[in-house]
């Protein structure tokens, strides 16, 4: 089973829409969540990074971290063309020295 | 501010041969990351140099890769012999550190191993 389960998509919305991506996490152990946004033939741009439970908003994203259920939200309101790329999960934990474990990624496709 | 970067972008070497990637972190960055994406998996730890000592390399595959941090600044990731199954994209992503340890990631490197 892997640490982090992520759907791979693709996601399709609507320019407008509201884009609703989520990972289920199984170690309990992981501290810090993280939503990383990847274009094609470019590496990982960081878009969030929460360590509680609760909702942390920056424009139009919102990560939104449940520990008692192990899943972890993000939400983009108003989605644009340009929100168009695969979306990554990532979890961290300081006892295992903070390396990220990332889920697999989901396709997202913002159509004009 | 210069970001992480990362060569070449792209490298194609037959089975057996040796490759180098480099890895150039953020300035003032002490945490250096390796990580894999190979075809159809999720990105993968490889191993983390704190300056230029290796913090964790539990990640690393085998015996043929060797990564290094000389003088605490750019890393290295060298594979010898290259094997098919290690075609993937390499990234490297440096932090600051503390108590949020925010990775910044470069563009990774494409290698292809024919």
């Known amino acids: 089973q892997k640490e982090v389960e992520q759907d791979p998509g693709p996601l399709s919305v609507p320019e407008g829409a509201i884009v609703s991506l989520n990972c289920t996490y199984s170690?309990?152990?992981?501290?810090?969540f993280m939503w990383y946004r990847q274009y094609s033939r470019k590496g990982p741009e960081l878009l969030m990074y929460?360590?509680?439970?609760g909702n942390k908003e920056d424009g139009r994203f919102t990560a939104q971290v449940d520990k008692s259920s192990k899943y972890i939200s993000l939400f983009i309101r108003d989605s644009q063309p340009s929100d168009s790329a695969t979306y990554l999960c990532a979890t961290q934990s300081k006892a295992a020295g903070n390396k990220l474990t990332f889920g697999g990624g989901t396709r997202v496709l913002v159509k004009p | 501010e210069a970001g992480v970067t990362q060569f070449p972008s792209h490298s194609v070497i037959e089975k057996g041969q040796t490759v180098t990637l480099r890895c150039d972190p953020i300035?003032?960055?002490?945490?250096l990351y390796w990580y894999r994406r190979v075809m159809g998996k999720e990105i993968k730890f490889l191993l983390h140099f704190v300056k230029e000592s290796k913090q964790d390399e539990s990640g690393m595959p085998n015996n043929r890769f060797l990564a290094e941090r000389t003088g605490g600044t750019y890393s290295t990731l060298k594979v010898q012999p290259a094997e098919l199954e290690d075609s993937g994209v390499y990234f490297c992503?440096?932090?600051?550190?503390?108590?949020?340890?925010?990775?910044?990631f470069g563009p990774g490197t494409r290698l292809t191993v024919l």
């Open positions: 929460t360590y509680s439970s």
């Open positions: 170690n309990s152990a992981f501290q810090y």
């Open positions: 300035s003032g960055h002490d945490n």
């Open positions: 992503a440096s932090s600051l550190g503390g108590v949020r340890n925010e990775q910044f």
